[in-house]
């Protein structure tokens, strides 16, 4: 880009949803409770991979910047995980 030309306007889905990305945020997110061994209903899942995509998609202007910032919001996301008390109940990490 020149200066003086415009940028060009951000990458918007169509009714804010990106279902691509949607797809690879549930995958990264499954991955990731899977790996570190703990528990993730399936109304949790929806509910965290609903808030990161709106979350990538109102921080990033192009589809290729989300799916860098998705592996932000996953080291992220690992890293709460990881610093979580665990019930003394139980012996796996939940959502």
Known sequence: MLAGEAAPPPERPAGGLDAELLGLVV???????????ARLTRRDLGRLAAR?????VA?????EERR???????EHLRRELR???VAPDQGKLSA
Do not use: F, N, Q, R
């Open 27 to 37: 995958e990264g997110v499954e991955a990731l409770y899977k790996a570190e061994s």
């Open 52 to 56: 990161v995509h709106d979350d990538l």
């Open 59 to 63: 921080a990033y202007d192009t589809a």
């Open 68 to 74: 860098i910032g998705l592996k932000l919001a996953l």
């Open 83 to 85: 610093s979580a008390p």
